[in-house]
């Protein structure tokens, strides 16, 4: 292992490398600072473009993105009021008060650190936790496999708004059907062509993620164009931005849960920072002394808890892409995309195979943290401008890198085509208030999907029953079984109290 | 909400129907262990199933009283801003083969961040903004793509 360890940062601690994720960092401070411009669609702009570079340098700076951007989001929050990514709505609500206050550096302080102590936590979670989940993996077949993507299905449609679980499926199996256009390679029969020959080769991953992201959000940004924005003016201040630390350690506790808590929800396969912050922040809320406080500006574990969690989260999420090629989150999903844009499928196989390029992965995500940390502490008023750029520039700069991305991975403008074909069935389907992330889960476990049952029913001797009698398989059948049956008792129990009550009222009314 | 629903409902179904029916060409070689069809038929057939027993459910379902119809869900989709980037950006496309990538950008990019400017705010100083930010973008481009990574534009 150690020299896989040596291997890992020799790659990374080099001058080009260390650029790149400093660069990275950069960049996904600024994309994930600004309202609305997420850490996936900075990935996402970037992926293509790390295309044709090695994945020794490819990696970090995605991995530097991906740091900056989720980390970044707090300052929209804090000075706007508005998230600068999902992963930061939680902080809006004591976040901003407490800048409103006057008090913008100390808010500012206790986001920064809170997301740099659980980034690193999770971090380290992740290097102890993957190799061992990656050794247990090494023993799936093909059963566990599709048992996992159905696991990850109904993980999504579990946390999808009440009444709307079905139609999370239904944008799941849209996602599936598009992954079977275009050649079937066990039989050598083309699918669902129309007869158009580019579609022979199915639809290319990265431009239909691209699209199905960033055209509906760059679509919507428009509204925001001209909108008046009341960014809170700071006064920076590196010694009363340093001096937040000591509430930090003063509150611990709330730091390590939200942290816990962070890492497991970014575990649990699409679902990722974008709840962890607002779980975390309720969960502190119900434990703290002070939560009376809550939602005045004044409790520092309101921003601690949502921060450290939304970072802690990316950390998680890592795991079961590394592990077992499975999503934990939007963004991880297109490092999932980068890394098979780049021939390499992870899994357990990775961990055996490539050891070298997962500590690549573990030492970059460690340097783009102290990357971030430094940004913060110099930096911090260049982010803070990033708020106020004027959307009418950002958006046509951003459609142009999406359109040069997704030509530069084929050199074909049927790409490109596909990405605006792509990005109108994301804005039809964000109009109708259907997600989508499954679509996008579809198209990327669907070939998957289609393997593993191939396989298993081909060493099953065409029997279903293995899915069932092998241990690993029934645990993961079981607990998808568990996440659709378990929130449909919740709500039911509700009701039931409630029919009971109404039941009570009526008799008693009526002994009266 | 519910005309929303049912919307996408019915498309959906269509949308799988047209998938079902491409699927029905395809044919088995008597070596094959596993059937061609199986998983198309498993993902289309039960996707078709939930699509069916959603439409049921929706149409059955007392209507959610949001004070939004259906004209009301669809509206911003149509906001003139939005329409104005989406056509500006399918003519930026069409306008790549023919007038080439780097032009095609800079016309694009220009036409886009005053267009897209509120009128009122449409001083000398937009006009220059646009114009160096579209520059400064096409030549980080070309030196990043055709320079560097030498890669080859559209």
């Known amino acids: 292992m150690y020299d896989l360890i040596v291997a890992g940062a020799s790659g990374v601690f080099q001058p080009v490398t260390l650029l790149g994720i400093a660069l990275g960092v950069f960049g996904g401070l600024f994309i994930g600072a600004i309202p609305g411009l997420t850490s996936t669609l900075a990935i996402a702009l970037l992926v293509p473009i790390t295309y044709a570079m090695n994945i020794n340098l490819a990696i970090p700076i995605l991995m530097g993105v991906y740091c900056g951007a989720i980390s970044a989001g707090l300052v929209g929050a804090i000075l706007l009021n508005i998230p600068g990514t999902p992963a930061s709505a939680a902080t809006c609500l004591d976040g901003f008060p407490m800048a409103a206050k006057g008090q913008a550096i100390r808010a500012l302080g206790l986001g920064v650190y809170s997301s740099m102590v659980g980034g690193v936590l999770a971090g380290v979670t992740l290097v102890l936790v993957a190799p061992l989940l990656a050794k247990v993996a090494m023993s799936f077949g093909p059963w566990e496999y599709f048992a996992l993507v159905l696991f990850t299905f109904t993980c999504i ?23 079977m256009v275009g050649l079937d390679e066990a039989s050598g029969q083309v699918r669902m062509t129309f007869g158009i020959t580019q579609l022979q080769s199915g639809f290319s991953v990265l431009p239909a993620l691209i699209g199905l992201y960033a055209i509906p959000q760059l679509l919507e940004d428009t509204d925001s164009i001209g909108r008046q924005t009341n960014v809170l003016s700071i006064t920076y201040n590196l010694r009363e931005f340093m001096g937040t630390f000591g509430e930090l350690v003063a509150n611990k506790w709330h730091l390590l849960r939200s942290t816990v808590i962070g890492i497991v929800i970014g575990i649990l396969p699409g679902v990722g920072p974008g709840l962890s912050n607002i779980v975390a922040y309720g969960s502190a809320k119900r434990t703290s002394k002070n939560s009376h406080r809550f939602g005045q500006g004044e409790a520092a574990e309101a921003v601690i808890s949502p921060e450290a969690a939304n970072n802690a989260s990316m950390g998680g999420a890592l795991i079961p892409m590394l592990t077992l090629g499975i999503p934990g989150d939007a963004s991880t999903l297109m490092m999932l995309g980068a890394f098979m844009l780049h021939g390499i499928d992870p899994g357990p196989l990775l961990f055996r195979d490539h050891g070298d390029l997962v500590w690549l992965v573990f030492i970059s995500y460690f340097v783009a943290f102290f990357f971030c940390a430094v940004a ?128 009570s009222e009526a008799s008693a009314s009526i002994d009266r | 909400m519910r005309a929303n629903d049912i919307f996408f409902c019915v498309l959906y179904l269509v949308v799988l129907g047209l998938a079902g029916e491409q699927i029905a060409d395809l044919v088995d070689a008597n070596s094959a262990v596993i059937s061609s069809e199986l ?116």
Not at chain 1, 425 to 433: D, K, M, N, S
Not at chain 1, 444 to 457: D, F, K, N, V
Not at chain 2, 143 to 149: P, Q, T
């Open chain 1, 157 to 179: 449609s579990t946390m999808a708004p009440p009444g709307r679980g079905l139609k999370t499926f239904m944008a799941a199996f849209i996602g599936l059907t598009l992954a």
């Open chain 1, 376 to 503: 913060y502490h110099f930096f911090i008023p260049i982010v803070v401008k990033a708020i106020s750029v004027p959307r009418q520039y950002v958006i046509p700069v951003l459609l142009v890198l999406c359109t040069v991305g997704c030509y530069a991975l084929n050199n074909r403008m049927f790409d490109v085509y596909c990405f605006l074909g792509f990005g109108l069935l994301g804005y039809f389907l964000q109009t109708a208030r259907i997600p989508v992330l499954p679509v996008i889960l579809g198209i990327i476990l669907g070939p998957m999907a289609e393997t593993q049952l191939r396989l298993a029913l081909a060493f099953g001797h065409n029997s279903i029953v293995p899915f069932f009698t092998r241990p690993g398989s029934a645990v993961i059948l079981i607990a998808a079984i568990a996440t659709v049956l378990i929130p449909l008792l919740r709500r039911k129990k509700p009701l039931e109290s409630a029919q009971e009550t109404m039941q």
């Open chain 2, 39 to 154: 998983y198309p038929t498993l993902i289309i057939g039960t996707g078709a199933a939930i699509g069916l027993f959603e439409l049921a459910r929706t149409i059955i379902a007392p209507p959610i009283k949001d004070g939004q119809g259906f004209f009301q869900y669809w509206a911003p989709a149509v906001a003139p801003g939005r329409l104005l980037l989406l056509f500006l950006f399918i003519a930026y496309l069409a306008l790549i083969q023919l007038i080439g990538f780097l032009v095609a950008t800079t016309v694009f990019c220009i036409g886009c961040m005053i267009l897209l400017t509120p009128r009122r705010n449409r001083s000398l100083m937009a006009y220059v903004t646009a114009l160096i930010v579209s520059a400064v973008l096409v030549g980080f481009i070309y030196l990043i793509l055709v320079v560097y990574l030498q890669a080859f534009l559209p």
